[in-house]
Structures are given as C-alpha cells and as structure tokens.
C-alpha cells in the first residue's frame, strides 16, 4: 500500500473505494477573479507544472539543496490537493464502473507542450460532477466535453491502451478522483517532470513488471511500449530487460508480449521496491 | 553551453493556432499557456503565450528558428557556469529575505 492508500484506501487501493469519487467530496474552488479575465502564468501550463520554472533553475544551479526544497514545498501542496498515480488498463476499467458521468476531453498537456488541435487530441477523460461546472472554468475544457456510457468508455481506454499511452488517475482536491488521463512522454507534463527531474506529482503505480527470462523470446514486440524508459532489450542474450527501480507498473510492455514473458507483480511482494513510489 | 530562448511577443501573436515551433522541437522545449483565464468563456488563442520552458534540454539544433514564420524566435547560447552563478546569486537573494 502506497500512503495515500493508507489514509484513504479502506484496507484496499485508494482508488478502487469508491468513497473517493463521491460527489459529496467535490468541492475544489478555484481561486481567483476569473469572471474578470484573471492573470495565469504561461509558463506553468499542463499537469503539475507550477514550479517547472524555479526546478530548471537549480537545476542549472547545482544547488541540490534548492532543489529537493522546491519539491518538498511542491509536493507538500501538491498531495493535499491535485497529483496523479499509474493503474493499469485492468484497474482503470473497473474506476469506468466506479465513477459517473463520465466524459471524454482534450490533453492540456500536448496542447500546450505541442500545440496539438483539441479535435486531435481527446485522450483524458474527466469524471465526476465537475463534468457539469464546465462553464466555470471554460479553458480547463477547452474542446468541450462528450459524455460517454461506461462501455464506450471502456472500449476507448481499450484502444488507448493499445495504442500505447499509460493510464493514470488524478486528484483534484484530495482524496476526490477527477480525471483518468492516458498519456505519454514527454507530452504529458506530469511524466516528463517525474522523469527529467524526478518531481513526484505523478506516483507510480502498485505493480512492477517482471521479465520471465525463460519464456521471453526476444521478438522485441514490448520494444517501444515503455514511456518511462525503464525497458530496452539486452542484445547480447537477446531478452527483453527492464530496470524495475525505474518502472511504473502500468503494464503496457505486458499487454504486447505473446509469450506471457511479462508479468506484473504487486510492488509490496517485492522488498526491494516496496517503498519506492 | 545553456539556451537563452527569446521570443519577439510583438511578432508571435497567434502562438496556439500557428504552433509551429511546438510542433518542430525535438525536445519539446515549448510550452504555450493562457496568461489569462476567464469564467464563461475560453481563452482567447492570441492571450497564449510561448515560452522556452524546458530551455536546458535544447540542444540548440535551431529548428525553431527556421520555421517560425515571423522570425520572432531568438537562440542565444551562454555558458552553464555563468548562468549558474547568476541563479546562485538569486538563491542567495531569496535566503537573505527569510
């Protein structure tokens, strides 16, 4: 169990009680005279990307002391409010039996990372009440939003899997869950910033994946499927190797394996990992 | 060596609907936000803004430069030690303030 399981999880995964999208819970505000044409930072566009600005900087710096500050502080807030978590596609169709309404919307992240039209660009899928308070915050919808039946749902979250985007929940107002994201590296912000600069908005998830040395064929078929780069193959024995330290268990190697040779394993089944999130 | 990225607002105007520059970079340095945000309806695509917000992963190959159709994109490379210093110095101010 990772924390936020522990506080919120009932004795299970925080984000399969269902309590955790309970309308009741929804009440984020944002602050702010929007109504008037309020200043944004530009520069803090996409998932988790207020401090992106102050990071670069000690980074450059060298200052690791800065550094690990700025993400304390970040994060601080961050988990108290508005963070992200892998699941795997197994978790994230029962979360489609969970929530309501649901309903499908843009990637701010690629929009605004890659400039990627909103007709182009439908892979989150937001959740929950805020689905109808979109005319509060219009630019958070940009696009609009297209409300869905569970089963479309799934089956659109069926072939975002395949087609190779991870699938993450996200909080909005702690411990209320108000959107399922499918993305990427590096167009999800959130991704980008945990791997380029190890900022821990986004968690990973509850599983590691395991290679079966035995049965993995070599056929390179996982190649490519990894967006965290945790896999790649070892050419002189020719089996597919995945460093488990840097895996976020969202399964997507495992779903284009045809030997079975990828197996996800509860990262609390393995001491080694069982702390690492 | 660091990326200085400049851009020319009074060329950039329409950054969301042109996004070239966003599409072109090969290490998505880019990132074009609102810098207002309104209540009933959506920001308007010319209050979108550019910035090099990942500038220490440009590898300075120049695309952007190339492509923008307005010439408002700006590469100047400095030394990693001297902007260093400078956000040394920053830091040192905000400590001072505590």
Redesign the interface.
């Known amino acids: 169990m990772c924390w936020v399981c522990e506080k919120y999880g009932k004795g299970g995964k925080w984000y399969l009680n269902p309590e955790n999208y309970a309308r009741r819970l929804y009440k984020i505000r944002k602050e702010?005279k929007?109504?008037a044409?309020?200043?944004?930072?530009?520069?803090?566009?996409?998932m988790g990307?207020g401090v992106?600005?102050e990071l670069?900087?000690?980074?450059?710096?060298?200052?690791r002391e800065?550094e690990n500050e700025i993400k304390r502080e970040a994060l601080e807030q961050a988990y108290q409010t508005h963070f992200g978590q892998v699941v795997t596609l197994d978790e994230y169709l029962q979360i489609l039996d969970t929530a309501y309404p649901l309903a499908k919307m843009t990637c701010g992240c690629r929009?605004?990372?890659?400039?990627m039209p909103d007709e182009e660009n439908f892979t989150c899928m937001g959740i929950g009440p805020g689905m109808y308070k979109w005319?509060?915050?219009?630019?958070t919808y940009?696009g609009g939003v297209e409300f869905v039946t569970p089963a479309e749902a799934k089956e659109w979250a069926m072939m975002n899997h395949k087609e190779g985007r991870v699938q993450t929940v996200d909080v909005f107002g702690t411990p209320y869950i108000g959107g399922l994201c499918q993305c990427e590296y590096?167009?999800c912000v959130a991704v980008?910033n945990r791997i380029?600069y190890d900022f821990k908005f986004l968690l990973k998830g509850h599983f590691v994946a395991k290679v079966d040395r035995e049965k993995c064929t070599g056929c390179k078929s996982c190649l490519g499927r990894c967006q965290f780069k945790a896999l790649n193959l070892e050419v002189y024995t020719s089996k597919a190797y995945i460093d488990l330290e840097q895996c976020f268990g969202c399964g997507l190697c495992v779903t284009a394996c045809p030997s079975g040779a990828i197996q996800l394993l509860e990262r609390q089944s393995m001491p080694g990992l069982a702390e690492n999130w | 060596m660091?990326a200085q990225i400049n851009i020319d607002y009074a060329l950039c105007r329409d950054?969301?609907n042109?996004?070239k520059c966003?599409?072109v970079c090969p290490s998505?340095v880019?990132?074009?936000?609102?810098?207002?945000?309104?209540?009933?309806?959506?920001?308007d695509s010319r209050e979108?803004?550019?910035?090099g917000?990942?500038?220490?992963?440009c590898s300075g190959c120049g695309d952007c430069v190339k492509v923008c159709p307005a010439n408002a994109v700006q590469l100047i490379f400095v030394p990693?030690e001297q902007?260093?210093r400078k956000?040394?110095e920053?830091?040192a101010a905000q400590l001072k303030e505590r």
């Not at chain 2, 979108?48 to 910035?51: D, E, V």
């Not at chain 2, 917000?53 to 992963?57: I, N, P």
């Open positions: 702010g929007e109504a044409g309020a200043d944004a930072d530009p520069q803090a566009a996409g990307a992106v600005a670069v900087k000690a980074r450059i710096s060298g200052d800065w929009r605004v990372q890659r400039g005319e509060r915050w219009p630019e940009r590096p167009g980008r380029d | 660091i950054p969301l042109c996004r966003l599409s998505v880019f990132v074009c936000g609102p810098t207002k945000v309104w209540k009933g309806r959506e920001s979108y803004k550019i910035f917000r990942y500038y220490d992963k990693r902007l260093a956000f040394r920053e830091r």
